[in-house]
Structures are given as structure tokens and as C-alpha cells.
């Protein structure tokens, strides 16, 4: 018998009725054949992929649908610290250990998930999505394939049910729908029909996702790219073109209209995973002033590394020579140790670790063991020296940025840190944005100060750690670089004291 009290937050959500139990097993039917195959077991043809992809969008807007349906308009957070998924419980570790276990598997040990290398066929997982790579481009799936399909089925399937739980909001339910669209058509549907239509002798790699600008897009500028762009013709030049368009004039002129919800919360794909798969870990984000130093230091620390490796190989591609320097290689590790000291003294307190401190100083021990690891054959050759070249530079930063940043710590860490992290601590187009959302933008989250009543709600569900709340007892205006739009703060608050606006901005920064 369920217990009657008289909690707020009731640790008594409720019971699973049978049209959601069947739309669970309907979506589960539809990852079986996932891990059959990843196990080993020969599953194969258009057929099963189409069936599968089928049961999971269909069994995940049955329960969707099922489970909003059944309670009153207006967002229902109940029970999200009770829940051992999204209260960093059993299956929270469980769910975040396995993400990571896969993203470490896609972008370094691909031959585990069934890549055929080397002449060979592909099998297991990758080799059931072979049909359908076989029908875009007439040639075998590679991992990037089979990922980019499973990401747009999660956001497709999981958009459903982020906008019946959001159905009372126009803004939310525009809002997934256009990215639900945009991850379809801008970044899977047309990049893949393009790639298939040249397929040929001679063809290069000239471009993915149409809205995927530099910064985000951090290999854009890199020779080979700018080479495969001017050699495809037509194609090659549009994308030429409309990269340089998107980043230097779209993105700065959109973002002072509308701030960077634009994009972080409408198009992008990282948002878009983040607001439909992410959405029930929001809370988890870490809503602490230590937390947002280590942002603003971390998340324009990429910016500057990427302008700064990018800016490297373009010297190296209008004039043909290298840059680059050698160091020592005892001066490089006593830096090394130097700098992991120096973290040591900056964040320790008389009580120890703050949780943030943590994550990041167990990130800089990482890092430092991964860089050693790959330093160690230039040590086992003898060589005193370890040289830095443009190349170099940008191969690190895809390494550490662009795959174990984007990747393994982005998603994998969902049930962990939150649904942001990567948009929040380490994406340099969020970054780029920020700059003009801070300083040079129409946007802003107004508040009426004399109706709030201090509940919480808007700091507790704010994905990028913003502590909404505050703001909102000064009577201030949110005017963040971190913010990315979502509009959930707004929708949570019970007085309706939030609401996003565009306005003159000389204005924006006058309560502050």
C-alpha cells in the first residue's frame, strides 16, 4: 500500500501500467537485436535493422506518450532523487559505465563493435547497419555510420517523449521538434545522401552536418579538408563557403538577435542529445561557485587551444613550412609535475576535495598519465627531445577534445555530472557564442523579483549550473555566456517569474 504524507518531493512515484509496460518491451525487442549482434550472434539483412529501428522509436513514444498522458499538463520532476538512475545511484554508475565503455570502444578500439579492417568484412553491430550504409553510398558501414544512426534514433525516440512530458509549452514542444528535424535532415538524412551521390574514383571527404561550424567543427580549416573542398566541385565549394559564412557572419549576428539558444538548444546535436536523453539528469549539474570557475577556465581554455592549433596548420597550409619546437623531455615532465602540483595547491581546501575538484583534478591525473603514455616510445628510442609541431597540436586536441571531452566524458558522464557537460565545460563553440551572449546580445532571462518565493526549481533543473534563484531574489536580469536558452527554468517556476526575452542591449546589464 502506498504511504500518504504530506512531502512535497514523494518518494512514491507512480506504478507502471501495462500500455507503458508494453512500450518498454516493444523498444527493448528493438535493441535486442543491437547487442545480439555486438555479442556475436549472425544477425543480418535490411529487414532486421528496419525493424529494429521501427520497435525502438515505436515502443519509446508508447511509453512516452502513455506516462504524460496520464498526468496533468505542467512538468512532473517527482521523485528524480529517489530514482537510483538519476540520483547517481546503482543503475546511474551502471548506465554511466557502460556509455563510457562504448564511446572508448567507438573512437579507439572500433574493431571490437565489428569494423573490418585491413580488407576484411565488417561483423557483429557494425555489420547489421551494412544495408543501410549499402543504400545512402553503396559502400559498407563504417563505426560513424552505426553511430550517427543510433544518435538519431535516440533523439527522434526520446524527442517524443520529452515533448509530451513539455506539451504545455509551446516553446519546448517548437523547440525539440526543430531540432529533432534539424539532427535528421542537416546532420544524417542529407550529409548521407550527399556522400552517397559522390561515391566514385577519385572522391574525397569534403563534408558533414550543414550546421556544424568552426569552432565545433575543429578540423575544417585543416589542409586535407580545404584540399578535399576545392577539388569536389561545386559541392566542395558550397561547403567551403558556407563553413567560412556559418562562423565568421551567421553565428555572430544570430547570436545578438537571440542569444546562443539558437543553436545550443534549436540545431545542435550535442544539445539535441542533451535535451531529449539528457533531459532526466539535468538536475545533476554541479550549481556551485568552484564549478563555474573551473568552466569559464576550462571551456575558454578550449577555445584558445583550438584557435591556437587551427591558426598553427593554416601557417603550416599557405606556407608549406611546419611550426613547431622541442623540449626537453626532463624539463617537459618536471612541467608536467609542476602543473599537476599547481592544481594541487590552487584547489585544496582544509577540508579536502570539493566534488567538482574532484572530477577535474581526477581529469588532469588522466591526462597527464595518457600523455606520458604516449610519450614513452620517443623515450624508449632514445631521443632526448620531444618536438611539437602544428600537426601535433591539432592531433592532441582531437584526441583530448574533440573524442575523450566530446565523447566518452560528454555522454558517458550523463547519469554522473549532469546532461551538459561537454556544451558546459569543453565545447568551444559555446564558448565563441558566450562571448557575444555575454557582452553583445539582445537575449536575457528577466526576473520579477517580489514574486519569488525562494522554491528552488529553477537553480535545481538549470542543465548548465546556473543558480537561477539567486538572480531571481535580487530582481536581477540572467545574463550568463553559459546559458544556452532552454527555457526549462522558466517553465518550472510556479509564480512565473522567468521569461525569456530579446530586448535593446544596453539594457540588459542595468539591474547588476
Not at 63 to 72: A, F, I, M
Not at 109 to 120: C, H, V
Not at 145 to 153: A, E, I, N, P, S
Not at 311 to 317: F, N, P, S
Request: hydrophobic share 45%; with cysteine; aromatic share 16%.
Amino acid at each position: 500500500m502506498r504511504e500518504n504524507g504530506f512531502s512535497i518531493a514523494n518518494p512514491h512515484p507512480r506504478q507502471t501500467d501495462n500500455v507503458q509496460k508494453l512500450g518498454v518491451a516493444v523498444a527493448m525487442m528493438g535493441l535486442l537485436p543491437l547487442f545480439g549482434t555486438w555479442a556475436g550472434i549472425n544477425i543480418s539483412g535490411g529487414w532486421m535493422l528496419s525493424l529494429s529501428i521501427a520497435c525502438i522509436l515505436v515502443g519509446t513514444a508508447i511509453y512516452g506518450v502513455r506516462t504524460y498522458l496520464l498526468v496533468p499538463e505542467g512538468i512532473k520532476n517527482t521523485a528524480n532523487w529517489f530514482d537510483p538512475l538519476t540520483n547517481r545511484g546503482l543503475w546511474g554508475w551502471a548506465v554511466g559505465i557502460v556509455l563510457t565503455g562504448f564511446y572508448i570502444l567507438l573512437y579507439w578500439f572500433p574493431e571490437y563493435l565489428g569494423l573490418g579492417q585491413n580488407g576484411k568484412t565488417n561483423s557483429g553491430l557494425i555489420h547489421l547497419f551494412d544495408p543501410l550504409s549499402q543504400f545512402f553510398k553503396g559502400q559498407p558501414a563504417s563505426q560513424w555510420f552505426m553511430y550517427g544512426t543510433l544518435y538519431t534514433v535516440a533523439i527522434l525516440a526520446l524527442g517524443i517523449k520529452f515533448i509530451y512530458k513539455y506539451r504545455h509549452s509551446r516553446y519546448h514542444v517548437v523547440r525539440t521538434s526543430v531540432v529533432m528535424l534539424s539532427q535528421f535532415f542537416l546532420a544524417y538524412f542529407i550529409p548521407e545522401i550527399l556522400e552517397g551521390l559522390n561515391v566514385g574514383a577519385g572522391s574525397q571527404y569534403y563534408g558533414k552536418d550543414l550546421k556544424n561550424f568552426w569552432p565545433l567543427n575543429y578540423y575544417f580549416f585543416d589542409g586535407w579538408h580545404l584540399d578535399n573542398m576545392q577539388k569536389e566541385g561545386t559541392w566542395g565549394m558550397f561547403f567551403l563557403v558556407w563553413g567560412i559564412i556559418g562562423f565568421a557572419v551567421l553565428t555572430p549576428i544570430i547570436t545578438y538577435f537571440v542569444g546562443k539558444r539558437w543553436y545550443c538548444s534549436w540545431v545542435c546535436g550535442c544539445g539535441g542529445l542533451a535535451e531529449t536523453a539528457g533531459d532526466p539528469f539535468r538536475h545533476l549539474s554541479d550549481k556551485s561557485m568552484e564549478a563555474w570557475k573551473i568552466e569559464r577556465f576550462l571551456i575558454h581554455g578550449v577555445l584558445a587551444f583550438v584557435v591556437l592549433a587551427t591558426g598553427l596548420l593554416m601557417y603550416t597550409y599557405f606556407t608549406g613550412k611546419d611550426f613547431g619546437f622541442a623540449i626537453n623531455q626532463y624539463l617537459f615532465f618536471a612541467l608536467l609535475i609542476g602543473a599537476g602540483l599547481g592544481v594541487v595547491l590552487l584547489y585544496r581546501k582544509n577540508n579536502g576535495f570539493l566534488p567538482s575538484q574532484k572530477v577535474i583534478w581526477t581529469t588532469a591525473v588522466v591526462v597527464a598519465f595518457v600523455i606520458l603514455y604516449f610519450l614513452v616510445p620517443n623515450l624508449n628510442e632514445g631521443n632526448s627531445t620531444i618536438f611539437f609541431s602544428s600537426y601535433n597540436f591539432k592531433k592532441w586536441y582531437g584526441f583530448f577534445v574533440g573524442a575523450t571531452f566530446s565523447g566518452v566524458v560528454g555522454v558517458g558522464f550523463y547519469p554522473l555530472l549532469g546532461n551538459r557537460v561537454w556544451c558546459r565545460f569543453g565545447c568551444p563553440m559555446a564558448g565563441y557564442m558566450g562571448l557575444f551572449q555575454r557582452f553583445k546580445s539582445r537575449f536575457r532571462i528577466t526576473t520579477n523579483g517580489g514574486q519569488c518565493i525562494s522554491c528552488g526549481n529553477c537553480s535545481t533543473y538549470c542543465e548548465q549550473g546556473i543558480d537561477v534563484r539567486a538572480y531571481a531574489q535580487r530582481g536581477e536580469n540572467i545574463v550568463r555566456a553559459s546559458c544556452v536558452g532552454c527555457g526549462v527554468c522558466s517553465s518550472v517556476c510556479p509564480r512565473g517569474v522567468l521569461k525569456l526575452e530579446n530586448g535593446p542591449d544596453g539594457a540588459r546589464l542595468k539591474d547588476l
